[in-house]
């Protein structure tokens, strides 16, 4: 089986290790690395160091687009790409042992060129008769047309792909009509997306019961409406999951040393067991098991560490 992974918003991910951090003053660390990444990059990462056969499409622009290309090949990486006449962003993960916090610092994307998308589409089209199974993860920048990520849907659809979506917001429900195979959002993600009046700030306002009920409820519908199965990401709480039915996996305990990425390695360890032929339920417990050793990993994205 081979995998086309999408993602429209490339990062360089700089992570950081500290002991722990003092506001205010100048620390300093000798635990770093710099990395290639955003989700789309992260699934490919994984699904490469599990064997798998995987193209990467992004676009890319700016004075950092070899520096991205060099760190591709680093990691073993097939990248295709369109001019973006924009700049890749970084974002940050700060690591402090003492409390074992993990944080992220985002920066927002630039603008991409008014052409981006059509070369984008085009290099698509060209791209997708090699390959089984598309998956599109994360945000995308500002200046794609709302309509892209619905597009692309529909065109692997049309050729009997596999579609597994890691996306929120317009860009997931605007491509549900062509029913995708999954819908994977984290439970923050999917609430946004689904029930907003669940959100306050950046959590959740109500309990757990009612959470569960709600997410059950919707996801059925969701289900049995557009064809699709849903997957729901809890963190280190048990995954819940509809197709015919609504139940939940539970996931391994661990002491984790970086979460960043693990969202994208749970897709990557699913994907590859049911595109091979493992069970619903089966899958999603691989893509757990990958999760989980992404978080005892210093690099993001990973289910092992660089042997370099």
Not at 25 to 51: E, F
Not at 101 to 111: A, D, I, M, N, R
Not at 147 to 170: C, F, H, N, W, Y
Not at 224 to 245: F, L, M, N
Request: net charge negative; hydrophobic share 40%.
């Amino acid at each position: 089986m081979s995998f086309l992974t999408v993602c429209l918003n490339p990062t360089l991910q700089k992570t950081l290790l500290f002991p722990s951090v003092v506001p205010g003053t100048v620390n300093r660390t000798g635990s770093h690395r710099l990395d290639v990444s955003g989700k789309g990059i992260n699934v490919s990462r994984v699904l490469t160091q599990l064997g798998e056969k995987v193209t990467h499409l992004t676009q890319l622009g700016g004075v950092m687009r070899p520096l991205f290309l060099s760190l591709c090949k680093d990691d073993s990486l097939n990248a295709e790409w369109v001019e973006s006449d924009s700049q890749i962003r970084f974002c940050y993960t700060l690591i402090t042992e003492a409390d074992g916090h993990v944080t992220e610092l985002v920066e927002e994307s630039e603008p991409v060129g008014a052409e981006t998308g059509s070369r984008l589409l085009e290099k698509f089209d060209a791209l997708l008769p090699g390959y089984g199974c598309l998956i599109i993860s994360g945000t995308k920048a500002a200046g794609f047309p709302d309509s892209i990520i619905p597009e692309m849907v529909q065109r692997a659809k049309k050729r009997g792909m596999t579609v597994i979506l890691d996306i929120r917001g317009k860009d997931l429900t605007k491509s549900l009509c062509y029913s995708p195979d999954i819908i994977k959002p984290n439970l923050y993600e999917f609430a946004l997306t689904f029930a907003p009046d669940l959100v306050k700030g950046n959590v959740l306002a109500d309990d757990d019961c009612a959470v569960k009920a709600r997410v059950r409820t919707l996801s059925m519908e969701l289900c049995k409406k557009y064809r699709c199965r849903i997957i729901v990401t809890r963190g280190s709480q048990p995954v819940w999951a509809a197709g015919d039915d609504f139940f939940e996996v539970p996931c391994t305990a661990v002491q984790p040393l970086n979460s960043t990425g693990s969202g994208d390695t749970f897709t990557a360890g699913f994907a590859s067991a049911i595109e091979n032929g493992a069970d619903f339920s089966a899958a999603i417990a691989e893509g757990i098991r990958c999760g989980a050793l992404n978080t005892r990993c210093f690099k993001p994205g990973v289910i092992e560490e660089p042997s370099f």
